[in-house]
T-cell receptor
Framework: DTGVSQDPRHKITKRGQNVTFRCDPI?????LYWYRQTLGQGPEFLTY????????KSRLLSDRFSAERPKGSFSTLEIQRTEQGDSAMYLC????????????FGPGTRLTVL | GENVEQHPSTLSVQEGDSAVIKCTYS??????FPWYKQELGKRPQLIID?????GEKKDQRIAVTLNKTAKHFSLHITETQPEDSAVYFC????????????FGDGTTLTVKP
């Protein structure tokens, strides 16, 4: 499978715990995006990377959230001191910086905070 | 920032009928408008997209139209089939945002056999 992959697919955690998600983009794609999706809503932009540089962060991304893409390939999204309101589907997407910038989504990580 | 509104939130049609979903956007600088189909528990899949230099694009049973002046775009599905049942999202992005997309809230399409 040469598409975007995410791990884990599901994560259940207790409030206050830290969690980390991983995204592996399509190999030649240099842009990587993180979105959050809650039930009945469209994906909401969180942050994006061009290669290893994090170029934009949404104000939705509180201080408890941090994302990295250390070598410009895979990315991790960490949530510290999780809260019940963090429960959502976390989607990763990647694109090739060309004149289309078409984004391809991964299957998502569903986070449940108890 | 960009705001995208999508209507209707739910749509039920008989198999074989057409379905139309409409979106409006607020930022006139937006120039790329993709549509995604998301089946339950699955990832959003791009089904068609349009850029602001064209007014209409068609791919088999799916078409998208864009009215830049009115800042709205629509998805048209003809000869609907039960497997078209899913949630459809529209989105808008602009070159200065490096492809960051603002999504609508989705339309749940149900095609009754």
């Amino acid at each position: 499978d040469t598409g975007v992959s995410q791990d884990p697919r599901h994560k259940i955690t207790k409030r206050g715990q830290n969690v980390t998600f991983r995204c592996d983009p399509i190999s030649e794609h240099n842009r990587l995006y993180w979105y959050r999706q809650t039930l009945g809503q469209g994906p909401e932009f969180l942050t994006y990377f061009q290669n290893e540089a994090q170029l934009e962060k949404s104000r939705l991304l509180s201080d408890r959230f941090s994302a990295e893409r250390p070598k410009g390939s895979f990315s991790t999204l960490e949530i510290q001191r999780t809260e019940q309101g963090d429960s959502a589907m976390y989607l990763c997407a990647s694109s090739l910086r060309d004149n289309t910038d078409t984004q391809y989504f991964g299957p998502g990580t569903r986070l449940t905070v108890l | 920032g960009e705001n995208v509104e999508q209507h209707p939130s739910t749509l039920s049609v008989q198999e074989g009928d057409s379905a139309v979903i409409k979106c409006t956007y607020s930022d006139s600088a937006s120039n790329y408008f993709p549509w995604y189909k998301q089946e339950l528990g699955k990832r959003p899949q791009l089904i068609i997209d349009i850029r602001s230099n064209v007014g209409e694009k068609k791919d088999q049973r799916i078409a998208v139209t864009l009215n830049k002046t009115a800042k709205h775009f629509s998805l048209h599905i003809t000869e609907t089939q039960p497997e078209d049942s899913a949630v459809y999202f529209c989105a808008a992005s602009k070159p200065t945002n490096a492809g960051k997309s603002t999504f609508g809230d989705g339309t749940t399409l149900t095609v009754k056999p």
